[in-house]
């Protein structure tokens, strides 16, 4: 066996395993402790009967033996706690009598630690066509070298794994390397296996597509006098719209503070009345940062007031499209309709400034919901007011 068995030695790690379980007489302990097996594996020799395998571990510069056994197998599965050892096989014969022991064979079992992922960079991937390669920087502890690290959709098997893997020497961080063709839409989870086995993942890793304004339905408006064309989104909106009035800058005169009162004391139910709110606008889409537009909209208010609105606009998106800002400054009129409940100082036709400001997010490519709030006032000696006009609602753009 001799030269044979010293050239053909490995060792392989397979699997890990519970230490044990504790009984106590009070309580019952779970011993969370894991250690991996290690398989010892020799190639076989003719006319053996079994093998003796003995085991030392280095300390202080000497050995000590920690392990013997015998095996009719060509391998041993031990579970030895990190640090340096050496191995050696002694093959028996047919008649049980020892031959002659390969070489000691040195090897290293190493601490199995966990991976941990504390953060990541970028926390998303925007697919864009003129961009090839997308990089993903992770920042960890104890991601060994040659780890698999990839990322995989929650509750499937289904994984997208990098080109490129670089792993930092001290397991602090890593760089993925991914190209277009690989990525699709949709949310992932970071994962990562050690050589060891022990993995750790973390989400939500997002890659997603830009909300191409090219691609709108648009009205292009030639210029000929520079061969220039515009595009313009249309939109239209439905919001519910309660009003609120801000008493600390209402101004009113006795009889009006009186007829106020009356009203209060006749329509306590309807101090903010809920009313809706119609919008259609025109914006453009010629940039990506800023767009500028204006809408007209139209609120009608369950007291009998019918508010109309004409506001310049400012749009502006955030990194991802698909979350946007519109931005609103124009003026009103107030014009009463029906039957007269509104209180005295808006039962006139009045006209007011206005502002606003609401957040917008695209659920598909021309359906979005909004949320926001405007601020009416009115500029005069007597009888100005201050109405605060919350806002939520939904929208198509084409």
Request: proline share 5%; with cysteine; glycine share 6%.
């Amino acid at each position: 066996m001799g030269s044979k068995t010293t050239s053909r030695l490995w060792i392989l790690i397979l699997t890990l395993i519970p230490l044990h379980v504790l009984h106590t007489q009070d309580s019952f302990i779970i011993e969370t402790t894991t250690r991996f097996i290690q398989r010892l594996t020799w190639t076989a020799a003719e006319n053996v009967l079994r093998y003796e395998v003995v085991i030392q571990e280095e300390t202080g510069g000497t050995y000590r033996q920690v392990w013997q056994g015998f095996t009719s197998d060509t391998f041993i599965e031990v579970s030895l706690s990190p640090g340096s050892y050496r191995f050696r096989v002694i093959p028996y014969d047919l008649f049980n009598l020892p031959s002659q022991a390969s070489a000691w064979v040195l090897f290293v079992i190493r601490p199995a630690l966990a991976p941990e992922i504390e953060s990541f960079r970028p926390q998303s991937f925007i697919i864009q066509e003129d961009q090839t390669e997308y990089e993903l920087n992770i920042r960890g502890r104890n991601i060994s070298q040659g780890a698999f690290i990839f990322l995989r959709r929650p509750g499937t098997t289904l994984t997208t794994e990098p080109i490129q893997t670089t792993i930092t020497p001290d397991g602090n961080s890593a760089t993925l390397l991914f190209t277009r063709d690989q990525l699709e839409q949709g949310i992932f989870l970071l994962h990562i296996i050690n050589t060891s086995g022990l993995e750790k993942s973390m989400g939500d890793f997002v890659i997603e597509l830009p909300v191409i304004q090219q691609e709108d339905d648009v009205i292009e408006i030639p210029q000929t006098d520079t061969g220039k064309t515009y595009s313009l989104n249309v939109f239209l909106g439905l919001s519910w719209t309660p009003l609120y009035e801000i008493p600390q800058f209402n101004q009113q005169s006795d009889q009006q503070q009186s007829d106020q009162q009356h009203y209060d004391q006749q329509s306590s139910d309807q101090q903010h009345p809920d009313g809706a709110t119609l919008r259609f606008g025109l914006i453009s889409s010629n940039s990506n940062t800023f767009n500028i537009g204006f809408e007209l909209s139209a609120a009608y208010y369950l007291f009998g007031l019918l508010l109309l609105e004409n506001n310049f606009l400012v749009r502006t998106h955030f990194r991802s499209q698909r979350f946007f800002i519109f931005f609103r400054l124009g003026a009103g009129f107030i014009l009463p309709v029906g039957e007269q409940t509104a209180p005295t100082q808006l039962d006139t036709k009045i006209v007011y400034a206005n502002a606003g400001i609401s957040f917008c997010y695209a659920l598909f490519r021309n359906f979005y919901i909004e949320a926001g709030i405007n601020y009416s006032y009115k500029f005069a000696v007597e009888n100005h007011f201050s109405l605060l006009k919350p806002m939520l609602g939904i929208g198509v753009k084409w």
